[in-house]
């Protein structure tokens, strides 16, 4: 039996007979919750009054009454409605059914948002080809439940609104989702045309659509294709609409989730002040949920990156704290591709390759739809002085992120591999692509500065130093070295800093 189960904004725990909503208790006798968890057990299928006297009374010989007055508990808490019920349906002569899609929950994953994947219509006007839809539909399912910050509704559910062509946000509020992908696959000759959109159901908004167009060549290869391209989309784009749903709300109001969010909303702003903000958020949210394992990897990723990035001096005391942390998001959900990544960061931040490769094989082998996961392989792969391997993982991640708020470090991580290898052309081209992202930090301003000294590209030269110096004044070849304290092999921290030294950057 898995410890919580998630219903819309509640969750109940089997073993203890605990309901809450949000992050409130919501007390109930003893009896009603046996109740309670009879009828979830076996959603979707009516239970009998016999069936629950004998599960929830057990010898004890009670009147219906008994049943009743559980049932007319069960919906003053819930807030459900005999006549127009969501939850607990009366079924004449058959006892009651409990009617709303039911999620197992994880420890440490209380609050995530909801999502219903709608059977993907077929507009191809041709029966052989309507297999694709039900294929890819099946396939988008699959993909983002691997992503633990998504409760993905079950397919049987979902299916029961396939060809229905009316408003999508009703459709997500009677399947209790935040969330609904929805979309259509047109098969014409040797093309396939899919179309998706993903609608936040308490706005009826659309928050993202894309149209892809490709060649039915491999049907197997087309749909990992499109499918891993669709998924590594939506989970970006609704943790963007869950930061600007907890924005929104007062303080008094801020669950442990919503906490978590904002938190993140700080991290994806690459500063030294939002960084030290989104510690903050995360710190509370464990307060709040100690088990909530998404805060803790969060916590370690953002330590380790106020070393590299931002103003904490690296030192063995915080850079063995984020292991723990991250080891400790581990623990709570070792199912969640995120923790692994976040440990694998923080071991190559403490200069153990081997081990954080390990982590991060994990990682991308959980979700392979993570784009972090295969930067941070392809990263630590180049630090071993395994540049072949690397590059793959490098292309793979960059594959999945057009639009990751992130991306500009993928292209920063993969200069940096391009300069310790000695391509130092290529070192430039991606720092540049580093640079053109919009909220770009000042190592790739560095990177292209170190590879053109090296280059003795002497025209370039002057504008690339003061642009690094203006976005880092002070940077210097002592502060490279400093905060490139994750590079064991002399030999690439030599190269590095020689391209700085032959750039003209003070020592």
């Known amino acids: 039996m898995p ?90 002569r058959r006892g009651y059914q409990f009617i709303a899609p039911v999620a197992a929950s994880t420890p440490g994953m209380t609050g995530r948002s909801n999502v219903a994947v709608l059977p993907f219509e077929d507009t191809s006007g041709d029966l052989d ?6 294929a890819i539909t ?33 459709v997500g509020e009677n399947l209790g989702a935040d969330f609904v992908v929805q979309g259509s696959v047109s098969v014409q000759e040797r093309r396939v045309r899919i179309r998706a959109q993903l609608i936040e159901v308490r706005t009826g908004e659309c928050i993202w659509a ?30 963007s609409a869950e ?19 904002l938190g993140m909303s700080h991290f994806y702003k690459s500063s030294a002040a939002d960084n030290q903000e989104a510690q903050k958020y995360f710190r509370r949210a464990i307060e ?5 394992a998404q805060a803790h990897a969060w916590l370690s990723y953002a330590e380790v990156l106020e070393m590299i990035y931002f103003d904490a001096d690296p030192d063995e005391k915080r850079l063995d704290r984020a292991v723990a942390t991250a080891r400790k998001a581990i623990e709570l959900d070792d199912r969640d591709a995120m923790t692994h990544f976040t440990c ?51 292309e793979k991640a960059i594959q999945l992120s057009p639009h990751d708020p992130q991306r500009w470090a993928y292209y920063s991580y993969r200069s940096l591999a391009h300069l310790l290898a000695g391509e130092l052309e290529l070192a430039v081209e991606w720092a540049e692509r580093a640079i053109r992202v919009p909220n770009f930090l000042y190592w790739p301003l560095a990177h292209r500065v170190s590879a053109l000294g ?54």
Not at 249 to 258: C, F, G, I, T, Y
Not at 482 to 496: S, T
Request: charged share 30%; glycine share 6%.
């Open 243 to 261: 930061r600007s749903r907890a924005a929104r709300k007062s303080e008094s109001a801020l669950r442990a989730w919503d906490l978590y969010h």
């Open 138 to 170: 099946q396939e988008i399912i699959t993909a983002l439940s691997k992503h633990r910050t998504l409760l993905v509704i079950a397919r049987g559910p979902s299916s029961a609104f396939k060809g229905h062509r009316g408003d999508a946000g009703s």
């Open 454 to 507: 090296s280059l003795q590209r002497s025209a370039e030269l002057p504008g690339a130093v003061a642009e690094l110096l203006q976005r880092k004044p002070g940077f210097s070849c002592s502060f490279a070295r400093e905060r490139l304290f994750y590079i064991k092999n002399p030999e690439h921290l030599e190269r590095y800093l020689s391209g700085l030294r032959s750039a003209g950057i003070t020592e």
């Open 3 to 92: 410890q919580s189960l998630s219903f819309e904004s509640f969750r109940f725990e089997p073993a203890t007979g605990r309901l809450w909503r949000e992050d409130q208790e919501v007390r109930l006798t003893l009896k009603a919750a046996g109740v309670l968890g009879v009828l979830i057990a076996r959603a979707g299928e009516p239970v009998s009054k016999e069936a629950l006297l004998a599960e929830v009374w057990k010898h004890t010989v009670v009147s219906d009454d008994s049943l009743i007055s559980c049932v007319q508990e069960l919906r003053k808490a819930l807030g459900d409605e005999p006549k127009n019920p969501r939850y607990i349906e009366t079924r004449h």
């Open 129 to 134: 080809k309507s297999y694709l839809a039900d």
């Open 210 to 239: 894309d149209q892809y167009n490709r060649e039915l060549n491999d049907i197997l290869q087309l749909q990992d294709e499109i499918t891993a391209t669709i998924a590594s989309r939506i989970e970006p784009e609704v943790g």
């Open 344 to 394: 694998g960061r923080a071991l190559l931040a403490r200069k153990e390759y081997r081990r954080a490769i390990a982590e991060l094989e994990v990682a991308v082998e959980l979700n392979p739809n993570m784009a972090a996961g295969y930067c941070g392989l392809a990263d630590s792969l180049s630090y071993e002085g395994r540049f072949a391997e690397a590059m793959p993982y490098f």
């Open 288 to 292: 709040l949920d100690p088990v909530l």
